[in-house]
């Protein structure tokens, strides 16, 4: 993968959203709602802590590291106020579980899009 991905959030296609902005992809991966707009609860999910893609997709989306979020999540875990995304092994098992489950949202490089996902949004 190169340092110029092309990040894109993807959700299950029985998902009825059908795009987010970055303000509401944000708000549901920094822990702010735990719903998408249509009030349907939302399951996020992180790619690896040393994984490229999470690099980038933090990067674009707040313009912060993953050690900056991990300090964050460590924060907002200690005072008991939101969880933070389900880490999963790669973008293979990102895909599997928005598959699977159709509250989960997920980011992955393009490369690796096919039709079994529904891209809803971009961080960038």
């Not at 029985?14 to 970055?22: F, G, H």
């Not at 933090?58 to 900056?68: R, T």
């Not at 933070?84 to 949202?105: C, F, H, Q, W, Y």
Request: proline share 5%; glycine share 4%; hydrophobic share 45%.
């Amino acid at each position: 993968m190169c340092f110029a991905a092309d990040v894109l959030v993807i959700v299950n296609q029985a998902n009825e959203v059908s795009s987010l902005d970055k303000k509401q992809i944000i708000d549901l991966y920094m822990g702010r709602y735990q719903n998408f707009p249509n009030g349907e609860a939302a399951f996020p999910l992180d790619q690896p802590p040393v994984s490229e893609i999470r690099t980038i997709f933090y990067q674009n989306l707040v313009n912060k590291s993953v050690a900056q979020m991990n300090a964050y999540w460590a924060k907002l875990l200690f005072t008991g106020r939101a969880s933070p995304p389900r880490v999963m092994t790669d973008s293979l098992a990102v895909k599997r579980a928005v598959r699977e489950n159709k509250g989960a949202i997920g980011y992955i490089d393009s490369v690796d899009l096919d039709k079994t996902v529904k891209v809803v949004g971009r961080a960038d």
